[in-house]
């Protein structure tokens, strides 16, 4: 699992059946002391946790599609955790 | 997920019994602008996408996971078309 910052949206009417309702938003993924360290990404938010400028954890590979009730979804990426502070 | 755009279809008529009646589509891979990457795909359509589409393309064992492309050999699929997107916020403004 990794920090990133959503720094936008991605608008898809037409997308496959499991991603119904499903946000898209854009990740910039950041290290631990919030700097940029690579491209953006394109995460699924299922659980409708983040909006612009929030901090979340996401997670990659299959796991992703984990972060579904169905546990099946053409994701590589999925929101996991909206982050509140870092300690 | 990555950004690509639609290139071009591709056509084959011998091909794995799983893949009959898929779409293969060829994709350039782009960042979020647009701006093309270098790579490319070939994806399995999921969502009747065209030549010139922006469109969001899944890749590796996640492929697998839509009602069209399920127990299928790929490792590419486009699971949705781009209407818009909008970069609302930067790093920058928040440090």
């Known amino acids: 699992m990794k920090l990133g910052i959503v720094i936008g949206v991605v608008w898809a009417t037409k997308k496959t059946a499991e991603l119904k309702g499903c946000r898209l938003s854009i990740v910039q993924p950041v290290s631990s002391d919030m700097k940029e360290n690579d491209l953006p990404l394109v995460a699924a938010d299922p659980l409708n946790l983040a909006t612009g400028g929030d901090t979340v954890v996401y997670v990659t590979s299959t796991d992703a599609t984990q972060a579904f009730d169905s546990g099946f979804a053409p994701v590589n990426a999925s929101i996991v955790e909206l982050v509140e502070r870092i300690d | ?95």
């Open chain 2, 1 to 95: 997920m990555i950004f690509a755009k639609v290139v071009g279809t591709v056509v084959s008529t011998q091909k794995d019994q799983n893949l009959n009646g898929k779409k293969l589509l060829l994709c350039k891979e782009v960042d979020h602008r647009g701006n093309p990457l270098g790579t490319y795909h070939v994806a399995v359509d999921a969502v009747q996408a065209g030549e010139g589409c922006f469109v969001l393309l899944s890749y590796g064992s996640s492929a697998r996971m839509t009602e069209i492309t399920k127990n299928a050999p790929i490792d590419a699929v486009i699971m949705a078309i781009i209407d818009d997107l909008q970069i609302t916020h930067t790093l920058q403004g928040r440090q």
